[in-house]
T-cell receptor
């Protein structure tokens, strides 16, 4: 039972354009969401997070949007850069604090020059 | 800045052998998590420790055990290895400050290959 779903295994975007990665979840107890970026042979690198009390969090070129009623979140990267090419994982936990993360399957983002 | 350190980075074992993976969290981080990522899969939570006590347990086989030591480093012990144990094993650490957003920071992983 995949509680966190990333339905697009891959996404290709032109450099300079906006990249939008989507994530859906089924567990209504999740209230803390994170995005991680992963390069081959490296561990996931934390990008940005959002608590369920917010619907938007922005950090530089990265913005995460949360729609609790739809159980959907998205990561926007603008403008996209070649160095953004990586696998992006959406993750969720039930409450803030020392809680396990439940990951989606990942989306491989490729930024074309 | 110091990151999570995992050793070894690569490990090759035969079936039925044992393996020990080590994790050194970011300084002052008091919580350690272990995740297993199989080929083409998402990371799956195994077990976590807070202040040297097990805080949560996921899909960790009975053949595996783990502990966190007084210096907060953690070891994952794996016995009677099976072919299906071949995977990337990630350790992550965080600072449990109660009520605040705590991101988990991941190490580079240990790639275990069971032959």
């Amino acid at each position: 039972d995949q509680q966190v779903k990333q339905n697009s295994p891959s996404l290709s975007v032109q450099e300079g354009r906006i990249s939008i990665l989507n994530c859906d979840y089924t567990n209504s107890m999740f209230d803390y969401f994170l995005w991680y970026k992963k390069y081959p042979a490296e561990g996931p690198t934390f990008l940005i997070s959002i608590s369920s009390i917010k619907d938007k969090n922005e950090d530089g070129r990265f913005t995460v949007f949360l729609n609790k009623s739809a159980k959907h979140l998205s990561l926007h990267i603008v403008p996209s850069q070649p160095g953004d090419s990586a696998v992006y994982f959406c993750a969720a936990s039930e409450i803030q604090g020392a809680q396990k993360l439940v990951f989606g399957q990942g989306t491989r983002l490729t930024i074309n020059p | 800045a110091a990151g999570v350190i995992q050793s070894p980075r690569h490990l090759i074992k035969e079936k039925r052998e044992t393996a020990t993976l080590k994790c050194y969290p970011i300084p002052r981080h008091d919580t350690v998590y272990w995740y297993q990522q199989g080929p083409g899969q998402d990371p799956q939570f195994l077990i976590s420790f807070y202040e040297k006590m097990q805080s949560d347990k996921g899909s960790i086989p009975d053949r595996f055990s783990a502990q966190q030591f007084s210096d907060y480093h953690s070891e994952l012990n794996m016995s009677s290895l099976e072919l299906g144990d071949s995977a990337l094993y990630f350790c992550a650490s965080s600072l449990e400050t109660g009520g605040s957003l705590n991101e988990q920071f991941f190490g580079p992983g240990t790639r275990l290959t069971v032959l």
